[in-house]
Every structure is written in structure tokens, then in C-alpha cells.
């Protein structure tokens, strides 16, 4: 029994030397979940800047969470001609400083049950707990929850959301 307990703290330790040695963007890119994020991410030349010395936080929504928007709005914004138009929403994705989800609740209940973020792009998020999901709130009034939470990276960490948040 020593020794199973004493191999598993080994593998433990390796996979979270592993994941700490990837980035936010390598995070996304080994996600089948975030194919369209990725894709996204380079269509909108963000992928040095995100591979940057950061840290950044990004709420990253999965490849349903962009599903659950209009049919041909991903399409659309994957044009080269609408290139700024998805590097805004994509850094309103993105928050500059390393929030893990100990200090996003705790922003939370310091500012009576809503914390105000401000992301990359200038936008704000209203995060709030909804039956102890974190909910955020976006500039439409739309809204989305982390479904998993501290994806820790070398340059921040990764909170997976289950929506698309967008600025005004």
C-alpha cells in the first residue's frame, strides 16, 4: 500500500509538472473541447500574445458553448475581414493577472455577491455564484458558468466555460 501511495503521489507530481510547463494556449490546444477556440485564436493572430510572459486568465468556452450561437456567426467571424471584430471578443475572454477560482469567489463575496472584471479588451465581466457556480455576466447581459476551473498553466490559468460572453 506504501508503495501504491508513493507511486501516485510520483504520477501526480509529473502531470502537474507536465501541465505547468504548457501555457494557456498549449492548455487550449490539447483540449478536443476547444478546437474552435484554437482556430479562432489564430484566425485573430492571438496566439503570441497569449504565449506571452502574461499572466492572463482566460475564460475559455468549449466548442458547444460557440454551437449554442447563431448558425454562421463563428464562420462569419473566422473571415479575415472581420478579424478585429473576434480579436475583441476573444480578449474580452481574457483577463490580464492570474485569477484561480479561490480569488474570483473571493472578489465575489467582498463585493456583496458580484465582483466587476475588467478583461484585456476594456470590457467588463459581473461575476457572480449561482448554486456554487461561478456565473459570469456579460456587457448583453447574457451569461455563462466555469464548468471546470484552474487549468493552471506557466503563463496563467484556464477556467472552461460553458458559453460565449460578448462585449457590447
Known amino acids: 500500500m506504501k508503495k501504491l501511495f508513493i507511486v501516485l503521489i510520483a504520477v501526480a507530481s509529473s502531470i502537474s509538472a507536465f501541465s505547468q510547463g504548457k501555457d494557456v494556449v498549449d492548455i487550449a490546444i490539447g483540449s478536443a473541447d476547444h478546437t474552435t477556440l484554437v482556430a479562432a485564436v489564430k484566425a485573430a493572430d492571438l496566439v503570441s500574445t497569449l504565449k506571452g510572459k502574461g499572466p492572463f486568465t482566460v475564460f475559455a468556452p468549449t466548442n458547444a458553448a460557440f454551437d449554442k450561437l447563431p448558425e454562421g456567426t463563428v464562420a462569419g467571424l473566422l473571415k479575415p475581414e472581420n478579424k478585429a471584430q473576434l480579436a475583441k471578443i476573444l480578449t474580452y475572454h481574457v483577463v490580464a493577472g492570474n485569477l484561480d477560482a479561490a480569488a474570483v469567489v473571493a472578489a465575489i463575496k467582498a463585493g456583496n455577491g458580484k465582483a466587476e472584471i475588467t478583461t484585456v479588451s476594456g470590457g467588463k ?14 456587457e448583453t447581459g447574457k ?12 503563463n496563467g490559468v484556464v477556467h472552461v466555460i460553458d458559453g460565449v460572453v460578448l462585449p457590447k
Open 143 to 154: 451569461s455563462a458558468y466555469v464548468a471546470v476551473a484552474d487549468l493552471k498553466g506557466s
Open 125 to 138: 465581466l459581473t461575476a457572480s455564484l449561482e448554486m456554487d457556480k461561478v456565473k459570469l455576466t456579460d
